[in-house]
């Protein structure tokens, strides 16, 4: 059974700038959900996928947006990047919508310069 | 407005030194607090979920307990080993996870 993989696992983008973040789902896992972790903060919902379509969206702009395949991976969207985008992004799947067991990826760590 | 508070922010252990991790919450519609685990370059990792008042869940030296408005994770006789960030999280709408910011546990041998 493989877990979830995020992809690059590092970055550094400047201001104004666009950016694709990538996820592979565990496999069986229909759902995925996106975060943000800022330094010393807790992750922060941006939105969730089921089954190719948005489920939820949290506090975010509409430069952020997402979509997912029908193999289920998925990808993170921003657009017109600033600097408090600098984050880690954190992609977790589950078998349901229900926000239940997330299994998270070890995440992308976005620079913005 | 729905909000998740974790304290401490910081604990220092010595091994074999136990201890408590409060976590508050005020989430209209309570479907679940889960406890993760954060080591550092790492996402989290989940722990457990806790549905009711009254639960209790168990792993290894970890116990996590569960009132109508706050969660306790009791670490029994720490190791090293178990210094992490621990995360608690409430579940409100069935599709979000409200994070609190973290305890970060630091034990010394």
């Known amino acids: 059974e493989t877990g979830v993989t995020q992809s690059p696992t590092h970055l550094i983008k400047t201001r104004g700038q666009q950016v694709t973040l990538r996820c592979s789902s565990q496999?069986?896992?229909?759902?995925v959900s996106w975060y943000q972790q800022a330094l010393g903060q807790g992750p922060q919902f941006i939105f969730q996928?089921?089954?190719?379509?948005?489920?939820g969206r949290g506090n975010f702009p509409p430069r952020f947006s997402g979509l997912q395949f029908p193999n289920y991976s998925s990808e993170l969207n921003v657009n017109a990047l600033e600097l408090d985008d600098s984050a880690l992004y954190l992609c977790?799947?589950?078998?349901?919508?229900?926000?239940?067991?997330?299994?998270f990826g070890s995440g992308t760590q976005l620079s913005v310069l | 407005e729905d909000q998740v508070t974790q304290s401490p922010e910081a604990l220092r252990l010595q091994e074999g030194e136990s201890s408590s991790l409060n976590c508050s919450y005020t989430?209209?519609?309570?479907?679940?607090l889960f406890w993760y685990r954060q080591d550092p370059g790492k996402g989290p990792e989940f722990l457990f979920t806790?549905?009711?008042a009254g639960e209790e869940k168990e792993k290894e030296r970890l116990k996590a307990t569960l009132t109508k408005k706050e969660s306790f994770l009791h670490i029994t006789a720490p190791k090293p080993e178990d210094s992490a960030t621990y995360l608690c999280?409430?579940?409100?709408?069935?599709?979000?996870?409200?994070f609190g910011k973290g305890t970060t546990l630091s034990v010394s041998s």
């Open positions: 989430v209209s519609g309570l479907r679940g």
């Open positions: 996928y089921y089954r190719e379509e948005e489920n």
């Open positions: 977790a799947s589950s078998s349901d919508r229900g926000g239940e067991k997330l299994f």
């Open positions: 999280a409430a579940n409100q709408a069935g599709t979000a996870l409200i």
């Open positions: 496999s069986g896992h229909n759902t």
């Open positions: 806790l549905y009711s």
